[in-house]
């Protein structure tokens, strides 16, 4: 069963601070994807990363995909209340499946 | 990009009944899923919807208890049956574009 692992489970921060969640897994995967859910509302794609070692960033959001593809970061800097909302890495398995994370919480305090 | 909205938005069911949970996608889309997911926590997949042929459930769910309809190529429909506390749950579809996949704002179950 392929797994993946998100820390913290929860994290709350003031505004301007800077944070890292991570998403680890023993499973190597195609691709993975970050997305942000807001309450009472589907999660929203933010990036997809497909080769090992690659780094993409989304204004003051930095994503890395590992070397050999099994975990992956999500860095935000100067975070602010507006980032707020539950982060799921998500690793496509076989052809179209995702196998979704554990789930961050992130609460920004103004 | 595609739009998705689910019917009912939030429903309260007595135990032993059934509820069926609407998925409209704005675009023609081949794949269609549905997940479960508890709030504030991750989503787990119920089963995968193509157009014309049978859903494909993950372990743990059948399709005596979550029957899978997909008419088209722009509609699902999950029906929750013999409904039980358990089953209470934020109940989401979602549809893939490319690489892209979109989420419906989800469906609220409380069984009493």
């Known amino acids: 069963t392929q797994l993946l692992e998100q820390s913290p489970q929860f994290l709350s921060i003031q505004e301007g601070e800077n944070l890292t969640v991570y998403c680890n897994s023993s499973?190597?995967?195609?691709?993975l994807q970050w997305y942000r859910q807001e309450p009472g509302e589907g999660p929203v794609l933010l990036v997809t990363v497909v080769t090992g070692g690659e780094v993409k960033k989304l204004k003051r959001l930095t994503f890395q995909f590992g070397d050999a593809r099994k975990d992956s970061s999500l860095h935000i800097t100067a975070a602010q209340p507006g980032d707020t909302g539950l982060y799921l890495c998500?690793?496509?398995?076989?052809?179209?499946?995702?196998?979704f994370g554990t789930g961050t919480r992130l609460k920004v305090l103004a | 990009s595609a739009v998705i909205s689910q019917k009912p938005s939030r429903d309260i069911c007595q135990r032993g009944t059934s509820l069926t949970i609407q998925c409209q996608v704005d675009?023609?889309?081949?794949?269609m899923f549905w997940y479960r997911q508890q709030p504030g926590q991750s989503l787990t997949l119920i089963a995968t919807?193509?157009?014309?042929?049978?859903?494909?459930?993950e372990s743990g769910f059948v399709i005596d208890k979550f029957p899978i309809s997909r008419p088209n190529l722009t509609f699902s429909t999950l029906t929750v049956s013999n409904m039980s506390p358990e089953d209470s749950s934020i109940y989401l579809c979602?549809?893939?574009?490319?690489?892209?996949?979109?989420f419906g704002p989800g469906t609220r179950l409380l069984v009493l």
């Open positions: 499973s190597v995967f195609s691709s």
């Open positions: 998500a690793g496509r398995s076989g052809t179209y499946k995702y196998i």
């Open positions: 979602s549809a893939t574009l490319g690489e892209t996949q979109y």
């Open positions: 919807a193509n157009q014309g042929s049978e859903a494909t459930y």
């Open positions: 675009s023609q889309v081949t794949m």
